[in-house]
């Protein structure tokens, strides 16, 4: 056989073209890796900077088995993707890292929770509700508020509504497109923290864990993310710990995000996991030795992992999300970028999404510096519309 010129000759195929599949392009074109993406959007954030862009519906079988072809393994920016197909390509042989398996169970919220809670998982009470009285018995029985969520095409609190009251009931259902559309209810959490970690698992079945990080969300949508968090030894221990055995629990390379909820009491729950590169490790780009995405594509090609350490003592992330629709966000988005751009530290992502739209994940700013304290204070005058900036 021929030597390998390079670090690999293997074509890697992305189910999905945003703003995950941008940056795992950026972080291959280090290597000279060659990643074709597929998406449905001919100029989707990752199509300008892919070794080639096919413009195809991934949660399509025939687009999604034609894209295989031109691949030697196959991954995802995104879970929504034909999960099926990629089981029936497995059989004839095409690698997929994350497995199939492992992404028809985490893209069904329901399928995921019952899943680990055959595998012995901490999460929060749940239970699947088909009419309006299976939904008022787990009222009943969780309490209120109570969190109703859709089993499928969730992101970003898309598919999320809560409760206050059962006379609300019959509206949040019907504000999730009714029961028709694939409903469960979950107890609410009344956490002090929320958690993620990453987790990377070689083709090998080697795991390493990223720092556990706090994320913030405003409004379901995560919005800031601090590294590392700054909680109790004991918790990060066992956030790691569940996040290992949550992962160990799914099959396949790759990298994992495993979200989580730590409570008054000390005790972690997991919310969910993402069998892909996640918003809660953008911040690895410039804080570790090696990123979520060059881990990612590392792990699913067999290389060896990276070191995912923090090379600085703290980072942290903040998600430019549409403030308006069309113009007026774009603008507003510019004037943060202008002042981002005079913070010591910071580094800022856009990720050229061609529609502003409200509450849209248009980039993110990454701020690394010397402690906590700093990059929260160099992040609040970033956001101080009138600050001169603080040095
Ligand atoms: P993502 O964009 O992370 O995929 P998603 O649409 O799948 O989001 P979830 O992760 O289920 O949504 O929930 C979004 C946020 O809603 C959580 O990060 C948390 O802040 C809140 N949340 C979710 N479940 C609960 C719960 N059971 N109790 C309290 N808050 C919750
Ligand atoms: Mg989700
Ligand atoms: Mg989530």
Not at 8 to 13: A, H, M, N, V
Not at 25 to 35: P, V, Y
Not at 157 to 186: C, I, M, T, W
Not at 295 to 303: D, K, P, S, T, Y
Request: net charge neutral; charged share 20%.
């Amino acid at each position: 056989m021929a030597a390998i010129h390079g670090v690999s000759e293997t074509t890697i195929g992305v189910l999905g073209g945003g703003q995950l599949g941008r940056m795992l392009c950026q972080a291959g074109s280090k290597m000279a890796l060659k990643i074709v993406t597929l998406d449905p959007m001919e100029n989707s954030p990752a199509s300008s900077l892919s070794y080639q862009h096919v413009v195809g519906n991934f949660n399509d079988g025939q687009s999604v088995c034609e894209f295989a072809k031109r691949c030697g393994v196959l991954t995802v920016e995104i879970e929504h993707v034909d999960a099926i197909t990629l089981e029936k390509l497995e059989q004839q042989g095409i690698v997929c890292q994350p497995k199939a398996s492992t992404i028809r169970i985490i893209q069904d919220k329901y399928s995921q929770k019952v899943h680990f809670s055959q595998h012995d998982i901490p999460l929060p009470d749940f239970v699947e509700i088909d009419n309006l009285a299976s939904v008022e018995r787990a009222g009943e029985s969780f309490g209120y508020p109570l969190m109703i969520k859709s089993k499928r095409l969730a992101y970003d609190g898309r598919g999320n509504a809560v409760a206050q009251r059962k006379d609300d009931l019959p509206s949040v259902v019907n504000s999730l497109g009714g029961f028709e559309h694939g409903l469960y209810v979950e107890k609410w959490t009344p956490f002090v923290k929320e958690l993620s970690v990453i987790v990377a698992r070689s083709r090998g079945g080697s795991t390493l864990c990223y720092p556990v990080v706090e994320t913030v969300h405003k409004d379901n949508i995560c919005h800031v993310v601090e590294a590392p968090a700054d909680i109790p030894d004991k918790a990060k221990k066992l956030a790691i710990s569940i996040a290992q055995k949550a992962v160990g629990s799914l099959e396949g390379a790759g990298v994992f995000a495993v979200e989580l909820f730590l409570t008054q009491d000390g005790k972690v729950l997991l919310n969910e996991v993402a069998p892909r590169p996640h918003n809660s490790g953008h911040h690895t780009i410039e804080s570790c030795y090696t990123s979520q995405y060059e881990q990612h594509l590392r792990a699913i090609l067999g290389l060896p992992l990276g070191d995912p350490s923090l090379k600085t003592p703290a980072a942290i992330m903040y998600n430019i999300l549409g403030e308006a629709d069309g113009e007026e966000g774009f603008k507003l988005a510019n004037e943060l970028i202008g002042r981002a751009l005079n913070i010591p530290g910071a580094t800022v992502h856009w990720y050229d999404k061609p529609e502003m739209r409200k509450q849209r994940k248009m980039g993110h700013v990454t701020i690394v510096g010397p402690s906590k304290s700093v990059v929260k204070s160099r992040l609040s005058s970033m956001l101080q519309k009138d600050a001169t900036v603080e040095k």
